[in-house]
T-cell receptor
Framework: KQEVTQIPAALSVPEGENLVLNCSFT??????LQWFRQDPGKGLTSLLL?????REQTSGRLNASLDKSSGRSTLYIAASQPGDSATYLC??????????FGSGTQLTVLP | GAGVSQTPSNKVTEKGKYVELRCDPI?????LYWYRQSLGQGPEFLIY????????DSGLPNDRFFAVRPEGSVSTLKIQRTERGDSAVYLC?????????????FGPGTRLTVL
């Protein structure tokens, strides 16, 4: 059974810092990996999707990498802003169509 | 067009009651998913529809939970004899065809509280 772990569970940084969120998964047989953002009381917003054949994806200040063989992904956020404060969730899709999620990293960017 | 919508946004019920949660996917999306998110956890898969049929219901926790999608669009998640442990946010997502490369788009969720 696929298990997804996210470290750290919570992170607080001053505005302007670059930061890295980590995600690991136990079964490397995945189709893709997706990073989501969740604001309090809201649904999930997809940030980046990396197909299994890809190594990384970039969108603005966000860069996500994937090392399928080692079961790891990182989400890099450059020049963090208070508006980046949210919970970030990592999810993998295996042979079944559903996503398996980690428990998330709660990020607070202090002004 | 519009994104995934879910109603109600909040539902408070008493233990033992029956509830229905509705999901309206993005127009044209054939795949629909239900997830449940407990406080401080990531969403957990419940059931996946491809068109009108449940292609995978392996995540439903027990037979009190049931979901339908009779016309291949709107879906309803039904919970009988609710228990306090059913309290969670129920999220719905849809994707274009359910292909492995498809992105899933999530609705805002229904927060269910069982007293």
């Amino acid at each position: 059974k696929q298990e997804v772990t996210q470290i750290p569970a919570a992170l607080s940084v001053p505005e302007g810092e670059n930061l890295v969120l980590n995600c690991s998964f136990t079964d490397s047989a995945i189709y893709n990996l997706q990073w989501f953002r969740q604001d309090p009381g809201k649904g999930l917003t997809s940030l980046l999707l990396i197909q299994s054949s890809q190594r990384e994806q970039t969108s603005g200040r966000l860069n996500a990498s994937l090392d399928k063989s080692s079961g790891r992904s990182t989400l890099y956020i450059a020049a963090s802003q208070p508006g980046d404060s949210a919970t970030y969730l990592c999810a993998v899709k295996g042979s079944a169509r559903q996503l398996t999620f980690g428990s998330g990293t709660q990020l607070t960017v202090l002004p | 067009g519009a994104g995934v919508s879910q109603t109600p946004s909040n539902k408070v019920t008493e233990k033992g009651k029956y509830v229905e949660l509705r999901c309206d996917p993005i127009s044209g999306h054939t795949a629909l998913y239900w997830y449940r998110q407990s406080l401080g956890q990531g969403p957990e898969f419940l059931i996946y529809f491809q068109g009108t049929g449940a292609a995978d219901d392996s995540g439903l926790p027990n037979d009190r939970f049931f979901a339908v999608r009779p016309e291949g669009s709107v879906s309803t998640l039904k919970i009988q004899r609710t228990e306090r442990g059913d309290s969670a946010v129920y999220l719905c997502a849809s994707s274009l065809q359910g292909a492995s490369s498809d992105t899933q788009y999530f609705g805002p969720g229904t927060r269910l509280t069982v007293l």
